[in-house]
């Protein structure tokens, strides 16, 4: 008995390191960590066996993408009223690979049919930085950024042989490149008691992502489609960055203290203030909760900022916007009605909607002014406190 | 947005409506591999709903400002039409109508020489549409895969089906949905203005095997060219729904007037519009009168025995003048 407790104690005690720098990640980065299981042996690809469903789910919210409007007219509707949806991920792993689950409710189970031209599947995409985010600065959420290009993993529901599925390399918006260098194992399917879809990746411990999959900290974000709603493409619910905490290996303390602002504690800042402050100095180019004069386009919506974006990442686009650059959609969206005319009668671009200009050796610069020495380091928090709380 | 534009200019006053254009660019391009149901190339009678059922509604283009505006895509139960079984007992024998596949709502040419009006003040005139190839399309805008382009040497659109994502953005901004998706390689498609041939010095298969000789096809900045001439010169071509915003690169030769309406007496009726011009102008916008006046002073000094070099060119009496693509032909 005496013996019994003395190698618990001892068992616990080496167990003890582990579980607290388990709850100081989970607490820096809150609500944005997802513990990984580790495995022993192989690791079950049927949602539905009892390791699975003995797997504690972490849940993840969902927004709907307001950063860029695309032009379905039915899509637009339906995301006029969209609402946030919350999905399940469960992670496990072993020597060899790296298992993500994710289930989530859809009632209106769509899959896009063969000889239709308007229907739509339901989707879901997992997306990872392709190299390691050393210094902090993950890509952009809208799957990545000219320095920091995102590997994209696609399911579709639809009626083919085989389920759509596909692998891409992006970015950006409007960058993304099929690829045939990442392999996944992955499976999509609807559960009718459930009311909803169970997706499952199988990602190996090697190959392009073997760096990021082998860290102790990584991020991983998500992308649903609703098909009903004709969603597709940039008409989607997407996550924040998440973490992936798997506990045996290091974590890298920087990336953990540069994405902890406005998540460890909360933002000390004024949120009536930091709206005055957005008010005044950003609805010129942004369209952000009421203020709405400005056109869609000339810059990204902010309507839904707070629920996509990361407090690190507000701040960093405040104070240097050139850090990461976010991309516009095709320029001749929006053309100068009042400008000269080519030979045979096109319109020219509207410099109005362009986001960014090419510097040397093709880097970006955002047509964004920093306000590093327009707003004090408490007006600063005051805003990204406004932003954080756009959902 | 390109260096130079090809352009087409259908004279609507000799369609007869035979579909010749859309069986040839049926056979040439879309029989096969998930296109069976599409028509880049369609004729449709107006006034009517056209093809696919009333394109006009679904939206899409560039509002007054030059922004694009947001658009619909068409089903294909209520747009393109499904195919159905004709029901041969009933063709042949006179047996009841029991269609398995439901009684069919739209097709294709729906609803041909339908047109408007009570015989025998009735009116119709044919409208063949393809691709309008803009020198600002929508749909190139409207992609967010980067997948439509405008070539250079001719301001084709084309769709890079490599890049193409299959999201059908292009079709909902599409104001005259003429860019269709391919049901079976989940990609859109559309309307390549025959570029293979072009190239080769050919017209496009539509052009070349119009039988009425309606179309004519050329560079836009080709003066000597009889598209110019139609277009610029004597101002009688027009584009279909400019307001729509994109520019487009196909030009129309609005129908004349026709013969006056009749009484209930069967007299006609002094000076009264058969085809409306303000249908005509909903159509082919403001200019449409100037252009039917050209033509009818054209068609009045001819009859005064003088020469017309525009009736000449519409009368299409040199088939190889209407087509100039600065090349010779390799075949």
Redesign the interface.
Same mark, same amino acid.
């Given at each position: 008995m005496h013996t019994k407790m003395t190698i618990l104690l001892f068992a616990s005690l080496l167990l003890l390191p582990s579980l607290l720098a388990a709850a100081s990640v989970k607490a820096q980065l809150r609500g944005h960590v997802i513990v990984a299981n580790s495995s022993d042996s192989a690791i079950s690809v049927l949602t539905r066996d009892t390791s699975w469903v003995n797997t504690t789910p972490t849940a993840i919210t969902l927004y709907p993408q307001r950063s860029i409007r695309l032009s379905d007219r039915q899509a637009n509707a339906a995301l006029d009223h969209a609402k946030p949806l919350v999905a399940e991920v469960k992670v496990r792993y072993n020597s060899s690979e790296l298992v993500v689950m994710v289930s989530w409710k859809d009632r209106s189970y769509s899959i896009a049919l063969e000889h239709r031209v308007a229907t739509f599947g339901d989707q879901i995409a997992l997306s990872l930085p392709l190299n390691y985010p050393k210094n902090g600065v993950v890509p952009h959420i809208g799957m990545g950024d000219s320095k920091h290009p995102v590997a994209l993993y696609l399911q579709k529901a639809v009626k083919q042989k085989n389920p759509f599925q596909q692998t891409y390399l992006a970015r950006g918006f409007g960058s993304l490149t099929q690829t045939k260098k990442l392999s996944a194992y992955m499976t999509m399917n609807y559960d009718k008691s459930f009311g909803g879809w169970r997706a499952l990746f199988k990602l190996p411990l090697t190959g392009k992502l073997k760096t990021v999959l082998n860290s102790g900290l990584f991020p991983i974000s998500f992308a649903l489609w609703n098909g009903k709603q004709h969603e597709r493409g940039g008409n989607k619910r997407i996550s924040s960055w998440h973490f992936i905490y798997r506990p045996e290996r290091e974590v890298n303390q920087r990336l953990v203290k540069k994405l902890s602002y406005g998540l460890a504690t909360p933002i000390l800042g004024d949120v009536k203030e930091g709206e005055k402050l957005v008010k005044t100095n950003c609805t010129f180019c942004h369209r952000i909760g009421p203020y709405l004069s400005t056109p869609e386009g000339v810059a990204p919506n902010l309507s839904g900022i707070g629920g996509v974006a990361l407090p690190a990442y507000l701040k960093e686009s405040i104070v240097t916007p050139d850090a990461i650059v976010v991309r516009n959609l095709h320029l001749n969206r929006h053309y100068q009605k009042g400008g000269e005319r080519d030979a045979h009668g096109a319109y020219p671009h509207n410099m109005r909607y362009k986001w960014y200009r090419k510097g040397k050796k093709g880097v970006l610069h955002s047509n964004m002014p920093s306000y590093q020495a327009i707003l004090t380091p408490e007006q600063l928090n005051s805003v990204v406190l406004y932003l954080q709380q756009q959902k | 947005?390109?260096k130079? !534009?090809l352009a087409m200019v259908m004279d609507l006053n000799k369609c007869i409506g035979c579909q010749t254009c859309t069986v040839a660019c049926k056979t040439q391009w879309t029989n096969r591999n998930g296109r069976d149901?599409m028509y880049w190339n369609n004729v449709e009678s107006r006034p009517g709903a056209g093809y696919p059922n009333k394109w006009e509604e679904f939206?899409?283009g560039?509002d007054? !400002?030059?922004? #694009?505006? /947001?658009?619909?895509?068409?089903?294909?139960s209520k747009? &393109?039409g499904d195919p159905w079984d004709f029901n041969h007992e009933e063709l042949l024998h006179g047996d009841d109508f029991k269609n398995k596949s439901g009684v069919p709502a739209v097709g294709p040419n729906w609803d041909e020489e339908v047109g408007e009006g009570q015989f025998p003040n009735s009116n119709f005139f044919y409208l063949p549409r393809i691709c309008n190839h803009c020198?600002?399309?929508a749909c190139?805008?409207?992609?967010?895969?980067?997948a439509i382009f405008k070539r250079d040497q001719d301001?084709v659109v084309l769709v890079d089906l /490599?890049?193409c @994502?299959g !999201?059908?953005?292009c079709?909902?901004?599409c104001p005259y949905k003429k860019v &269709?998706?391919n049901? @079976?390689l989940?990609k859109a498609e559309k309307c390549i203005l025959c570029f293979p041939r072009i190239e080769k010095g050919l017209a496009p298969a539509c052009a070349d095997q119009c039988v009425g000789r309606i179309r004519f096809v050329g560079y #836009? /900045?080709d003066k000597e060219g009889q598209v110019y001439k139609l277009v610029h010169k004597y101002k009688v071509a027009l584009p279909l729904h400019a307001d729509y915003g994109t520019?487009p690169?196909i030009y129309y030769v609005p129908p004349l007037k026709g013969p006056p309406k009749f009484d209930g007496d069967g007299k006609p009726i002094e000076g009264s519009e058969r085809i409306p011009l303000s249908y005509l102008e909903s159509l082919f916008g403001p200019d449409t009168k100037a252009a039917l006046k050209r033509l009818e002073s054209e068609i009045e000094q001819r009859k005064q025995g003088k020469g017309s070099e525009l009736l000449d060119m519409l009368i299409a009496f040199k088939r190889d003048d209407m087509f100039r693509l600065g090349k010779e032909r390799e075949i």
């Open positions: - | 947005m390109s130079r !534009q149901y939206g899409g560039f007054q !400002q030059g922004n #694009l505006r /947001d658009g619909e895509i068409p089903t294909r747009g &393109y020198a600002n399309p190139l805008a409207a992609c967010p895969s980067g301001g /490599d890049r @994502k !999201q059908r953005l079709i909902a901004s &269709y998706f049901t @079976k989940f #836009l /900045d520019v690169n």
